[in-house]
């Protein structure tokens, strides 16, 4: 079973992240877990996370949603998903995932977090690092949405 008292930090940094990076204020829906590998949009910035705990975190985005995060980061249009929008999917994944680690760490869990992979494409799948289950929190931005997977298990199964 999934211990909510996790997935609150990476709920969390993700607000933190998409409004200091885009200055975009998402509202968070109903987490639900996800019982595939499937992903429901074009891109994934996906971090694994050892140590203490294990697990992995990945943000996906609709292209779309995507390339409107990169214009407000960075002030420019994207042509598709092309390298700076897969930068800027890497950095808010890394945002999300050092935001929820500095929080955990307050709590006593000590872990590491690797560099952001992107994945993209229509039905990418995203395997999770551990034997957690994955939870999954979609976020509403002006009638797109985004989504945030977490699977994050203390060692001993905590």
């Known amino acids: 079973m999934f211990n909510v008292e996790y997935i609150n930090p990476f709920i969390a940094a993700t607000v933190n992240a998409l409004e200091v990076m885009a200055g975009i204020q998402p509202k968070r829906g109903k987490p639900f877990v996800k019982t595939d590998r499937v992903s429901a949009g074009d891109i994934s910035g996906v971090i694994g996370l050892a140590g203490e705990a294990v697990g992995s975190v990945a943000v996906t985005f609709s292209e779309a949603l995507a390339r409107r995060v990169y214009a407000a980061m960075v002030g420019e249009e994207a042509d598709g998903l092309d390298e700076g929008v897969r930068d800027a999917v890497g950095e808010i994944a890394n945002m999300i995932a050092g935001g929820a680690k500095a929080a955990l760490t307050k709590e006593g ?7 952001p992979t992107i994945v993209v494409g229509k039905n990418h799948e ?6 957690g289950p994955c939870l999954v929190v979609p976020f509403e931005v002006e009638g797109d949405t985004f989504w945030v997977e977490v699977s994050f298990l203390p060692r001993g199964g905590g």
Not at 109 to 115: E, G, K, L, P, V
Not at 126 to 131: A, M, S, T, V
Request: a positive charge; aromatic letters at 16%.
């Open 126 to 131: 995203i395997e999770h690092k551990g034997q």
């Open 109 to 115: 869990y000590q872990f590491r977090i690797a560099i």
